[in-house]
Every structure is written in C-alpha cells, then in structure tokens.
C-alpha cells in the first residue's frame, strides 16, 4: 500500500470505513468456513488421537474402530482442503458463486446446480461480520488499535457461532485471544499491563470458582472449561475493572434468552444453553462502551 494510500485513508475516517467493511464482508465469508470446520478438524483430532491411545494400551485397533465415521469427512480436512461444497448434491462451489453477499443474491439463495436452499446464515454472518468490523474502524479510526479491535471482534463472532452450534469454545482461538491481549497491553494499549494480567487470572478464577459452587450444589456441570478461558481472555484486552460488568450483562442476557425459550419454545430446561455467545456479546459490548457504562453506573450510585 504506497503512502498516498495510506495518507489518504488515515485523513478520511468514512473512505477507511468502507473500506474495512468490505474487508469485512470477505473475512465473513472466510469465518463461515471457520466456523464449520474448526469443530470437525477437533472432531477427527480426537477420533486419530483415541485410535492411537487404543494401539498403544491393546496393541491393536478393534475392526469396528478402523473404519472411518460416515459422520465425519475423511482426511485430508483442514481450512484450506478439501474445496466448498454444495452439502446437498457436492457441487464444487466457483469463486464467483462464493462472492459475499451478491452471490447469495444473484444465486437467489439458492444452489447453481441442484437449486436446493442455501442457508440464509451465511450472508447473514458476513453482513454482521462487516458492520461490526465497519463500527471498529469507525470507533478506533486509522490506527493500530482498530486492527487489534478487528481481531478481537472477528475471534468473538467465531466463538459465538461454534459454541452456538457445537456447545465447544475452542482453545485453538480462545487462548491465542488471551495471549493477544496480554501482549498489546504489554504497552498499555487498552488497559494497564498489570490489570491485564490480573484480569486474566480473575476472569479465570471466578468462573472456575463458580463452576466448582455449583457442582458441589447440585452434582451439574453449569458451564464448560471453554466459559472460563474466554472471560479469562475478556479480562487479558480490558483488564479485572471490566470483569463484573461483563458477568452481569451476559447473565441478564442469557437470562432473558433462556426464559424465553422455555416460555415460548417449550425448551427444556434441563437442557444446557452455551454461555459463550452472551460472554462473547457482553465482552463486545464492554469493549467499545464500557468506560460510558461504568461511568453512568458511578453518576447513578452518586
């Protein structure tokens, strides 16, 4: 990128916007590959890593183990192989079917060869992908801070449509998230490094500590090992200030959501509900409005 480029787009925030929106709509497309196959990639992980456990305590594989599950797709399967497909008749889908947004449209939402229905998720994950990453470059403008924002952003969407699906929040984004923010406070980016860190520790602790209250209750698991990793990495971008409102707002949410449920869908309530999305949608929230809140919170008290 030559520095007129660059000189341009720092000097002209809404052309940097559009800009990072676009950029946005591609990312989205590119996350809906992630989103479906980080779970079977961890999926046949743990199939190969189960079949060498077995070989090495017996000796040998039992025959119904050799063969490979009709459930899975078989190797080589990784973000890159094997190409896009049609699920319902295997059409490889071309690079001009996979354009965001305007294939969706042109296709009429519909596959070119088998004209069963495409799933209205897709565009709908790379609309949402692009105007939050939109919102980011508004918010932050030119600068390092709206590509950590970018990259935190797209890490949550991720979380939240695997652990939508799959009940799984995979230490594959989870912990490099945490990471991340640990090293951009490094140099105080949104947070003192020191709240970093004991924001980390404490968004940990706090759910694990939970999770053991709860299990020495009432003998269930009321949330996942994933839960405490993703509010861990929450704290390691804002710091421990952030942590309790955070865990309010993704409980109200997830309170309101799972009632809703039971009342209107007739859901068991029995059955878990993933945490992860409202953690991941209160953590964005707290990011970009956080200090607003925090601080209408104080007015209100004092």
Not at 22 to 43: C, E, T
Not at 159 to 176: A, E, G, N, R, S
Not at 219 to 230: A, Q
Not at 264 to 273: A, H, L, S, T, V
Request: contains cysteine; glycine residues 8%; aromatic residues 16%.
């Amino acid at each position: 990128m030559s520095n007129q480029v660059i000189q341009y787009l720092a000097n002209n925030p809404e052309y940097f916007t559009g800009v990072i929106f676009l950029f946005g709509l591609m990312f989205g497309s590119f996350f809906n590959v992630v989103i479906y196959r980080v779970p079977v990639m961890m999926q046949l992980e743990w199939l190969e890593n189960c079949r060498d456990f077995i070989k090495e305590m017996f000796g040998k594989l039992p025959k119904e183990l050799e063969a490979h599950p009709e459930s899975l797709p078989k190797p080589p399967f990784n973000i890159a192989k094997p190409d896009s497909t049609c699920p319902h008749c295997g059409h490889k889908i071309r690079w001009y079917e996979n354009v965001p947004l305007a294939s969706y449209v042109a296709l009429k939402g519909k596959c070119s060869s088998c004209k069963n229905t495409i799933s209205l998720r897709y565009p709908i994950i790379e609309l949402v992908t692009a105007l939050l990453s939109g919102f980011a470059a508004w918010n932050f403008g030119f600068g390092w801070e709206t590509a950590a924002a970018l990259a935190f952003t797209w890490a949550l969407i991720c979380l939240t449509m695997i652990d939508f699906d799959h009940k799984l929040l995979p230490d594959q984004i989870t912990l490099p998230l945490m990471w991340l923010g640990l090293l951009l406070n490094m140099q105080g980016m949104f947070a003192s490094l020191e709240d970093a860190v004991i924001g980390a520790v404490a968004g940990y602790m706090c759910l694990w500590s939970l999770y053991w209250a709860f299990k020495l209750l009432t003998g269930k698991e009321g949330m996942g090992y994933g839960d405490f990793k993703l509010l861990a990495a929450l704290g390691a971008w804002m710091g421990w200030q952030y942590l309790l409102l955070i865990l309010v707002l993704s409980s109200m949410v997830g309170a309101v959501v799972g009632i809703s449920l039971i009342v209107i869908k007739g859901r068991d309530k029995n059955i878990p509900i993933p945490f992860g999305p409202y953690l991941a949608a209160a953590g964005w929230i707290a990011f970009f409005w956080g200090e607003a809140i925090l601080r209408q919170y104080q007015r209100f008290l004092f």
